[in-house]
Every structure is written in C-alpha cells, then in structure tokens.
C-alpha cells in the first residue's frame, strides 16, 4: 500500500475581530457618577488620611503656604506630561498598523 504524496493543508481559523473585542466602557450617568464619587473618596484619603500615615504634615503645610500660580503651573505641565506620553504610545501602535490594543 502507497500513501498518497498530496500535501495536507489545514485551513487556520483566524479570529474574526468581533469575538477578541470586549464591549467598551460606556458613558452612561450612573458610570459618571461612580467614576466622580470614586475620584473624590480617593482625593478625600490622599488629603486626610495620607499625612497622617506617612507623617507628612510638614509637606502640606509647604504646599498651603506656596503661590498658587505656581501650582496650577505644575499641575498643566504634568497633564501636558501625561498627554504628551500618551500620545508617544499611540503613535508607536499606530504606526505598528494596531488601532487598539487587545
């Protein structure tokens, strides 16, 4: 008995993209309203309870006593930061051909 010199081929199953795809976070009231309720219990502890942990009290008091411009001036330039570092890690996935990330 001969076997036959045919190759095989297996047809691969590609994953269609609507089945890797999770369901993205909507932007309903009650989900703002949880996001905004979870960002003010987080500052609320950073505020009150952190100097008292980690014995910063002195730190705040420096804080309380700076110039306010120069504040605000650090906090846009750490969002400018964080933006500018989030739009460094698209362009390194888009120019990959990834839209998004699985």
């Known amino acids: 008995m001969t076997e036959s010199a045919a ?3 297996h047809a691969a199953a590609e994953p269609r993209e609507d089945e890797d795809e999770r369901p993205a976070l ?3 009231r009650r989900n703002l309203i949880t996001l905004a309720g979870f960002l003010l ?3 609320a502890a950073l505020y009150f309870l952190l100097p008292r942990f980690a014995g910063l009290d002195d730190t705040w008091n420096r804080i309380g006593d ?3 411009v120069w504040i605000i001036a ?3 330039l750490t969002l400018g930061m964080f ?3 989030v739009a ?3 362009g390194v996935f888009v120019r990959a051909g990834t839209r998004r990330l699985g």
Do not use: E, H, I, K
Request: proline share 10%; no cysteine; hydrophobic share 45%.
């Open 66 to 68: 700076g110039r306010p």
């Open 7 to 9: 190759p095989v081929q």
């Open 88 to 90: 460094m890690f698209r």
């Open 26 to 28: 909507q932007l309903t």
């Open 74 to 76: 650090a906090l846009l």
């Open 83 to 85: 933006g500018g570092y």
């Open 41 to 43: 219990a987080s500052l």
